[in-house]
């Protein structure tokens, strides 16, 4: 392995004999559950109920499956009520966006998600345009969406941003790097391309429609995977010290593989994150923060609604 990759840095190139370094996610995640912890145990004591996140399947497919444990999982451990909102994958889109309608009404429901991907009868956009924004804590509705492209302050789509946050915790410089993002994908490959764009990477997409993938892969000094296809990128597409951050969950045979032909790639890359372990339980760590952020500007909002509405009849009463 060489580590001549600028975008190695000196803290991502200890990979020493032994292969690569691993970018592993689960310290960063667990790091960001402490303080979650507490911060949920602050908005209980302050509001007077624990928050709940809305996790809505429809039908049911292997990674979704994966995903969703690991998310409930991690409501747990941060004391936040996981409700796991199952509907059958024959119903309409119309019960669907129902179903959504009565989570977003639901003042115990600070943030929803709904696992993809839909049954293919039901249009995504129907279903991503019924939910309240403000409870969008995956950013996926058009609002948020919109946000992120201008550089606003929306909820973030939580895989992209856990894709970059593990590089900016590791250590490894953004700035200036030719980065190549592999997938263009509403939730991930999309977002993350803007993401690393705001942190002034020189940002190349590719698709399933790219003319020769290895020759622009092979030009990356940060490569970020989110394809959805087993060993998609080998170690001959890659130039020696490239950092790699494999998104890709795929469940093949009992094994979860990612995008990355790991065994191929560890001689050629400076770091990699691993899959699993690698951006997966950051995901989820960033999301329930976006659920903590949710929680408390609803609570925020309708604490001065109340108090709002008070003045107002204090008000109506001494005009009388
Ligand atoms: P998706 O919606 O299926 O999008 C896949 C993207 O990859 C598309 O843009 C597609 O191009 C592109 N692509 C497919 N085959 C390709 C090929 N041979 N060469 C180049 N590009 C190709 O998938 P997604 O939702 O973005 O998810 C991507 C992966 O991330 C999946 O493995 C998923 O399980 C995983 N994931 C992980 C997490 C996590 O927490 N780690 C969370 C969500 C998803 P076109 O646009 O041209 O079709």
């Not at 994958?89 to 943030?111: H, K, Q, Y």
């Not at 929306?154 to 946050?165: C, I, K, N, S």
Request: aromatic letters at 2%; one cysteine or more.
């Amino acid at each position: 392995m060489t580590a001549d990759n600028p975008a190695a840095g000196t803290s991502a190139a200890t990979a020493g004999t032994s292969g690569p370094r691993l970018l592993a996610g689960g310290p960063i995640a667990a790091e960001i559950r402490d303080a979650l912890g507490t911060d949920f145990a602050a908005f209980k004591e302050r509001w007077g109920y624990v928050p709940t996140l809305a996790v809505v399947l429809v039908g049911a497919d292997a990674p979704s499956a994966v995903y969703l444990q690991q998310i409930l999982r991690t409501c747990q451990r941060v004391g936040v009520e996981g409700r796991l909102v199952e509907i059958g994958s024959e119903v309409t889109a119309d019960a669907v966006c129902n179903e959504i309608e009565r989570l977003n009404a639901d003042p115990a429901v600070a943030g929803i998600i709904v696992q993809m991907p839909l049954p293919a009868h039901i249009p995504l956009h129907a279903v991503i345009d019924s939910i309240d924004p403000a409870k969008d804590i995956d950013g996926i509705h058009p609002r948020n969406a919109g946000l992120l492209s201008l550089g606003y302050d929306g909820f973030l789509p939580a895989t992209a941003q856990a894709a970059v946050e593990i590089l900016k915790r590791s250590g490894i410089e953004i700035v200036g790097k030719r980065v190549v993002v592999v997938g263009r994908s509403n939730v991930v490959g999309k977002p993350a391309a803007l993401l690393l764009l705001r942190e002034h990477g020189s940002v190349t997409v590719l698709h399933s429609r790219t003319r020769d993938l290895g020759h622009y892969t092979r030009d990356a000094e940060i490569l970020v995977v989110a394809a959805g296809r087993p060993g998609l990128i080998r170690g001959d597409m890659l130039s020696p010290g490239v950092v790699v951050v494999d998104v890709g969950i795929n469940v093949v045979g009992d094994k979860l593989l990612g995008d990355v032909d790991f065994e191929s790639a560890r001689d050629v890359v400076s770091a990699i994150t691993p899959v699993p372990g690698g951006v997966g339980p950051l995901t989820n760590a960033l999301l329930l923060s976006h659920l903590l952020r949710a929680a408390t500007d609803q609570a925020e909002r309708g604490a001065a609604a109340t108090a709002g509405t008070a003045a107002a009849s204090a008000a109506g009463a001494a005009g009388q």
